[in-house]
């Protein structure tokens, strides 16, 4: 197992308020760093003092945008430091890695590293509720050329946020989604799966064009034909239909969602039916006529369950039930948070302790 | 007009051998950066000891890629230093900034800013047949928060670099081009025609495979169909078919190269009929079998003209003409590049001069 190295502060911060923290405004005292080249593979890691870093104005990452990057938490469960699936994310990183012809990082130091850093800030993972330290890897090109080519020289980096809660208990709000018929975040063949950082540069137009609007966020079409649902800004997408779950197959142009996953696997387990499938968005725009498309819901690690109030196709606008959380909404966020928080039990294996 | 803060170094570095020079490797003793912010915009304009910056390690170029480029080149004329056609790449960047969400430059201040830097700069444009300064202008997001939005503050920075020569008059090389059916670099509705990094990052795993194969570059299809040519690596693509030119129509996903529009106004000047249009690669094909096709070429900054002597279509493999250079890009490299050099009446007025 590699060695980290510990680069201590003399002062650190004071903690911000965890109720009303902005998501990713404020950063913990440390960071974690390492790098890659060809020679001494993932080396010289790091856990020292959070702040800026040096890098050649040459960076691939400046130029290129050879990145990719991570999300995921860490939960304070009776005083002590839980993940959700964070394999799950390793294993994305480097499947993201692999796609963009980057160095790939082993998996088990990777979360090594992680733990070690969540050790030493402990004290920054929030305890109310629906509180917790957002956890940010990602990687870089770092070389020094400007040759368009994979980078030589890669680094690692881990980062850490404190967020409040985004709802609290039985008191979700409903979100609204405006449906893209215009822009095209990513396309069969692409890069569409990899979370690399074209993807979400290539998706603030549009973001910014539907807020113009009134709404939230963007669900997005197929490249290819537009015509099939994709997903929504940094969520997978969900709908109750008769009962029933759909969600979009994974098919190379969207991200397959930890959070997605584990829905799956618990709705399957609670009895649903659950339809991973090539989905036509005039099937779910006739369901949302006739009724028999109850719910509407985002799904990610943000806010675990982000249930549609409103959904605006091509200009119609439809309120998804009554406008409100639907009970399937409902009743995932609660299982899903609950085994975050401890309340409900972990029956599926997906906690993990920071301290074993 | 704004204000450059000049801040001089005491050494100057050795200049390398310019006619070995590998692309991007070596940079010149000053760059040049500016940076905005709402209150103040584009600010603290400064020439200064080129090396490493410093960053946020949340800064958005790093995690969703929000950054465009431009690439052009100054030739030293007579002991005079000349830009071919600046102020179409800094209406490019500002296109580019535009699709990308980001903070535009004023496009005279741009270039101004650029022949300040030029004028230090000087002896460092290398005086070698077919050599030049490589100049690269680029914008990056260096906000320091994690949501996914466009950042508030952004820094634009110039770089200088000598290549060396790529090909000596008349002894221009072939290259061979591999034409991609399975990996997708952009798509309408995309940000193909924004010259932004989440596009050449998309492009390396397949650039990879391509050279795996034994091809220089890769010839990509459109996104929606794969049937229909895009454009090539860092290059657009020519071909001659009876005597005349074609080259794809810009359709929002292929670049809007400088070398391109100033093909088709000299060979339209030149007599040539000219035909930008969708072209199925089937069309291609057909005229490489029946010897329609006898030349095609790329067109970019770079090399300006790029003889393709080998293509590989859905695993056939073609010779273009006798696989050398044929007589109409031999034409247009001289007079591209006499009008650079000025060796040939620059009849367009495209070249621009730095102390002027
Ligand atoms: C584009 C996109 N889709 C879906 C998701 C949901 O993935 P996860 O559930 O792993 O957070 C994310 C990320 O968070 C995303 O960025
Ligand atoms: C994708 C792409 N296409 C075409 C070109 C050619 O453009 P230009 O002639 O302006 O160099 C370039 C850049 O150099 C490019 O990056």
Same mark, same amino acid.
């Given at each position: 197992?590699?060695? +980290?190295? %510990?680069?201590? !502060?003399?002062?650190?911060?004071?903690?911000?308020?965890?109720?009303?923290?902005?998501?990713?405004?404020? %950063?913990?005292?440390?960071?974690?760093?390492?790098?890659?080249?060809?020679?001494?593979?993932?080396?010289?890691?790091?856990? =020292?003092?959070?702040?800026?870093?040096? +890098?050649?104005?040459?960076?691939?990452?400046?130029?290129?945008?050879?990145?990719?990057?991570?999300? #995921?938490?860490?939960?304070?469960? *009776?005083?002590?430091?839980?993940?959700?699936?964070? *394999?799950? &994310?390793?294993?994305?990183?480097?499947?993201?890695?692999?796609?963009?012809?980057?160095?790939? +990082?082993? =998996?088990?130091?990777?979360?090594?590293?992680?733990?070690?850093?969540? /050790? +030493?800030?402990?004290?920054?993972?929030? @305890?109310?509720?629906?509180?917790?330290?957002?956890?940010?890897?990602?990687?870089?090109?770092?070389?020094?050329?400007?040759?368009?080519?994979?980078?030589?020289?890669?680094? %690692?980096?881990?980062? #850490?946020?404190?967020?409040?809660?985004?709802?609290?208990?039985?008191?979700?709000?409903?979100?609204?989604?405006?449906?893209?018929?215009? %822009?095209?975040?990513?396309?069969?063949?692409?890069?569409?799966?990899? /979370? @690399?950082?074209? &993807?979400?540069?290539?998706?603030?137009?549009?973001?910014?064009?539907?807020?113009?609007?009134?709404?939230?966020?963007? #669900?997005?079409?197929?490249?290819?034909?537009?015509?099939?649902? =994709?997903?929504?800004?940094?969520?997978?997408?969900?709908?109750?239909?008769?009962?029933?779950?759909?969600?979009?197959?994974?098919?190379?142009?969207?991200?397959?969602?930890?959070? !997605?996953?584990?829905?799956?696997?618990?709705?399957?387990?609670?009895?649903?039916?659950?339809?991973?499938?090539?989905?036509?968005?005039?099937?779910? =725009?006739?369901?949302?006529?006739?009724?028999?498309?109850?719910?509407?819901?985002?799904?990610?690690?943000?806010?675990?369950?982000?249930?549609?109030?409103? #959904? &605006?196709?091509?200009?119609?606008?439809?309120?998804?039930?009554?406008?409100?959380?639907?009970?399937?909404?409902?009743?995932?966020?609660?299982?899903?948070?609950?085994?975050?928080?401890? /309340?409900?039990?972990?029956?599926?294996?997906?906690?993990?302790?920071?301290?074993?």
């Amino acid at each position: 197992m590699m060695e +980290i190295k %510990f680069i201590e !502060r003399k002062d650190l911060k004071e903690k911000p308020d965890m109720s009303t923290v902005k998501f990713g405004s404020q %950063f913990t005292d440390y960071m974690l760093t390492a790098s890659y080249d060809e020679a001494n593979g993932w080396h010289d890691w790091r856990i =020292e003092p959070y702040g800026p870093i040096q +890098i050649a104005p040459t960076a691939v990452v400046l130029h290129y945008a050879q990145t990719v990057f991570e999300g #995921l938490k860490a939960y304070s469960v *009776d005083g002590e430091a839980v993940l959700f699936r964070p *394999d799950q &994310n390793f294993a994305r990183l480097n499947r993201s890695l692999e796609r963009m012809s980057m160095a790939k +990082i082993d =998996e088990v130091e990777a979360l090594t590293a992680l733990k070690e850093l969540l /050790k +030493i800030e402990k004290d920054w993972i929030p @305890t109310g509720e629906g509180q917790s330290l957002y956890i940010r890897p990602f990687v870089f090109g770092d070389d020094h050329t400007l040759g368009v080519h994979p980078s030589d020289t890669y680094k %690692f980096m881990i980062l #850490l946020s404190p967020v409040g809660g985004l709802f609290s208990a039985g008191t979700m709000g409903t979100t609204k989604i405006y449906v893209e018929d215009k %822009f095209v975040r990513a396309v069969r063949g692409g890069v569409g799966e990899a /979370k @690399t950082g074209g &993807n979400y540069a290539a998706s603030m137009k549009a973001q910014e064009v539907a807020e113009g609007l009134g709404y939230d966020q963007v #669900l997005w079409l197929d490249g290819v034909e537009q015509k099939y649902l =994709e997903e929504v800004g940094a969520m997978n997408i969900f709908f109750v239909k008769d009962g029933e779950l759909y969600t979009p197959e994974l098919n190379g142009s969207i991200l397959p969602g930890v959070t !997605r996953m584990s829905i799956i696997e618990f709705a399957k387990d609670a009895g649903y039916k659950v339809h991973e499938a090539r989905i036509p968005l005039t099937d779910l =725009e006739a369901g949302l006529k006739d009724g028999s498309v109850t719910e509407v819901f985002g799904a990610g690690t943000a806010a675990v369950v982000a249930p549609v109030g409103e #959904l &605006n196709i091509h200009g119609n606008k439809y309120v998804v039930g009554d406008g409100n959380v639907g009970p399937v909404a409902q009743e995932i966020y609660t299982t899903l948070t609950g085994i975050q928080n401890g /309340k409900v039990e972990d029956k599926f294996n997906w906690i993990v302790k920071v301290d074993e």
